[in-house]
């Protein structure tokens, strides 16, 4: 059963705050055999990736056989049903339009004293996606995860995905293909992340990469980044809807099952004001759980993790809701767009009764790659951001130099730094002769 | 002596590898040390921190002595001398109105099918801010992380700085003031870090820590990452000067210098397409290294990891900058602009002779926290972004979830998410009835 709690209980903080720190995951530690998977695909490139996919996905490789050709795609791709193409398609546009509106502007402009500044933005020349492979792998993810690579420009972007027994999902590929991915190769786990990160014979290396996993894969992205760039390391997903008593209570409940179904550590968390309402999504959830074809995953997540919190009004649920941060919150009130300005923290906002939140894991716009654990509050859903950095430029001309010059000087002495100083004046005594 | 490259060379393939994977930095393995030291905060609060400043610090305090209070930081800015006091006042001024333009818009748009989209930035609640105490106190860089957290609306903005002895830099305290800090204590080190991380008795705790540390430092903001937000971890300062002859050796020397001093890991590499002028420059970089204040260090820096590299023309030297991807770009050549539309992986470029690098360490505006050891590939210096978060918003019609809502239902039942698919479906058999 999940925990009912209500804010006029006087036990109420101490049993909210057991909640946000009830720890959902026990990675269990794979560092020291990551780091040796590691180091042999550094050391021995393609034979090493090739021993690990005979050994962990029980398949025989060559080399060559190492990434698909386009007629493997095109063979796979072509036994996708006309529904689930179109869905895929509609689901590409959708994305593509929503993280185009991103991309962000470059800026130069002249100051006062002369001094030309400004930015530009440039994106990551290659990109790697990791896609998990056998039951959890998810087309949507790769269209999550690749479209706003190219969207930012990544010239080159490569995908691995593990084969187990030599079976890949053909939505998986016709995702690839709808997003412009340029390289997909059979290899998985910690291996694949070493050889984007490092480079084998067949696999260039990249720059960034992104993409979820499972423990090994998420101790592998940690202990390459710095020799490229990653992608935050999601946790278990979290869904907090806020609804009043003017609701369909079988629909939260499905909202509500709809985070709890994806994993045993998932969280679903209910605030209402009216008790009663509580009670009854509650009720509804455990006759949805009946039948659900998941019910032992969503069962065991709404029991240990989910709860059921009572407020006097939708203030008090703002700022409960401000420090749970929740990666999803749907907002099922009378006036979600009033009650969106109140809550600050969140990944993603899914505003009244009929925006539920699986449209965003699919087909809204928005990326589904959200922040997880109480991170949103100080970080972002992937977007085009992730695939793009920024150079500053400056260019003083003499004048300028001379009129801020002097002050750097100053502070480069203060702080004991001669030649610094001293670069500053050689140039300014130039202009003085 | 430093490295002397010529790309016509027949090794010059291997020994630029080599250059580029030198290693720089040996970081000692304290991270036992500092999981002792974090646990020992989370578990103790003040009287820990105390106990730790007592011992690193040699510095008894009370938890009322932890913060510095208005009064004490009064005494001490008022030591400042004017020039210094101005110095820093045009700095701060130039970096406010630089980051001021970093801000991001929010967006919102009703597409075609009647859904409105879009996303809202909000700042990070509270941030931290780590400044090193001793020698490498800089004010600059207190300017360099404080600005821009309150430029994007930090609300509670802290710092902690170690005072060994008692001994505080008065100009690191004028820095904070300027910046509109909120809080100063007196900490340092990992306790700092996990004061920050996870709060004491007087110290709040944050949702972000920014800013440079020794090994314990870094090692305390690895670990608690995920609970709050960090910053990169900076290794060793880098500059790539490309200079055609026609730049005075002297000026280029200083440049190259003025990296050098900062560390012995320090890189300073000069590209120039005429051998006799790089020799030049290098003769023109001893010559100030039987002088300079800091040659101890500046002279191992250029000896261990200096290099000057010929190369046929300025095209090969932007495309050898690219694989270097430096921290720091100065491109003292005839047509800087358009030779910066070529170097495309750069934390931040300096255009024309007379933008020394050191302009950017102080008063230029753009941030001197930067990308160091090939992370420009896929980073970004420190901006306002970096204390900004953005909640994606979506809002369906029942009109748009009709249009768009069959398409999540399939793509949820490739997928095998039942629950997803039902909450979906659940809305939409209601628009039917």
Partial sequence: MPVFLNTRDADFENRFVALLGAKREDSPDVD???????????ARGDAA??????????????????????????????????EDRAALELAAERIRAYHARQMPQDDQWTDASGATLGWRWS??????????????????SVLMNAIPAKVAGVDRLAITVPTPDGEVNPLVLLAARLSGVDEVYRVGGAQAIAALAYG???????????????????????????????????????ILVIADKDNNPDW???????????????????????AAFGQAVAAAVDKRLETLERREIAGASWRDFGAVITVQDLDEAAALSNR??????????????GLSQQTIHAGAIFLGQFTPEAIGDYVGGPNHVLPTARSARFSSGLSVMDFLKRTTLSQMTPEALAAIGPAAEALAKSESLEAHGLSVRARLDSLNR
């Fill in 32 to 42: 020291a055999v990551v780091a040796d998977i590691i180091a042999d695909v550094r």
């Fill in 324 to 337: 749970i941060a929740p990666e999803h919150l749907e907002l099922c009130v009378a006036d979600p767009v």
């Fill in 123 to 140: 994106a990551v020349s290659a990109a790697g996606l990791y896609v998990p492979g056998g039951l959890a792998t998810y087309p949507s």
């Fill in 200 to 238: 084998t014979e067949t696999i260039a290396p990249v720059d960034k990469i992104t993409g979820p996993g499972n423990a090994f894969v998420a101790a592998a992205k940690r202990r390459v980044f710095g020799k490229v760039g990653i992608d935050m390391i999601a946790g278990p997903s979290e």
């Fill in 252 to 274: 939260i409940a499905l909202d509500l099952l709809s985070q709890a179904e994806h994993d045993e550590s998932a969280q679903s968390l209910l605030i209402t004001d009216d």
């Fill in 49 to 82: 990736v090739l021993e690990l996919t005979a050994k962990f996905d029980r398949l025989a490789l060559e080399a060559s056989g190492l990434r698909f050709s386009d007629a493997e795609i095109d063979t796979a791709i072509a036994t996708v049903g006309a």
